[in-house]
């Protein structure tokens, strides 16, 4: 059980255009999704924190028009990257949160390898 | 959320035990410790948690000192596929709250 998955696993794409990524908990309901970046040799850096049915808050720095957050439903949150570019390219990984007892344990996708030429 | 010190990396033989500790000094008192790790190009993996007593699982097991300024992750057995970078988070319980990484432990577990 508490399986999250991501699609696509990578994607290429040309400056200038938009890409989405998907991330759905698989066997659970996710009230709460967290939106992370990567970069080579480097931590994960929290983006944004997405809610069911309201708006993300992003961390300070994160463009919100730039990484466009949607959280329709309670296992599918959507991230998409506006105008990508070269800068851009980084691994992206999503979490969801599990558990109803005092303290829920969040669980990672596989992450999304954005590469922007 | 508190913040944790961890060695920047650690080296382990196959079959022996990893201990992997972190320092957080400064943690409140509904705070958890939580421990990740992540292979290399996967997403981060859940290890285990725990408040303030023991906990074991078919992972690892997590020992916190009494005063909970310090804690240990004990993987039993290491072998060569626990080499991974490991992160020790704490935060407070519940779905909502953010998960901050820091650097991790980077550990090679050596043949």
């Known amino acids: 059980g508490a399986v999250v998955s991501q699609h696509p696993s990578r994607v290429i794409c040309k400056s200038g255009t938009s890409v989405k990524i998907e991330c759905r908990s698989l066997d659970f309901q996710a009230t709460t999704m967290f939106w992370y970046r990567q970069f080579p040799k480097q931590s994960l850096m929290l983006m944004a924190t997405?809610?069911?049915?309201?708006?993300?808050?992003?961390e300070q720095g994160v463009e919100k028009d730039k990484f466009l957050i949607n959280h329709a439903s309670l296992t599918l949150s959507t991230l998409t990257v506006t105008s990508a570019h070269p800068e851009d390219s980084s691994f992206y990984i999503c979490s969801a949160s599990y558990g109803g007892g005092t303290a829920e344990t969040q669980y990672f996708g596989p992450g999304t390898r954005l590469l922007v030429l | 959320d508190a913040k944790t010190t961890q060695p920047t990396s650690m080296d382990c033989a196959e079959g022996r035990a990893a201990n992997l500790p972190c320092n957080h000094s400064?943690?409140?008192?509904?705070?958890?410790v939580y421990w990740y790790r992540q292979i290399h190009s996967q997403g981060p993996q859940y290890i285990i948690h725990?408040?303030?007593n023991n906990e074991t699982n078919e992972m690892a097991s997590l020992i916190i000192t009494e005063d909970r300024k310090s804690s240990t992750l004990i993987l039993p057995h290491a072998t060569l596929r626990d080499t991974a970078v490991y992160y020790c988070i704490v935060r407070v319980g519940g779905g909502g709250f953010k998960t901050i990484f820091g650097a991790g432990t980077r550990l090679f577990v050596k043949a």
């Open positions: 997405s809610n069911e049915g309201s708006k993300a808050t992003y």
């Open positions: 400064t943690i409140s008192g509904n705070e958890y």
């Open positions: 725990g408040l303030k």
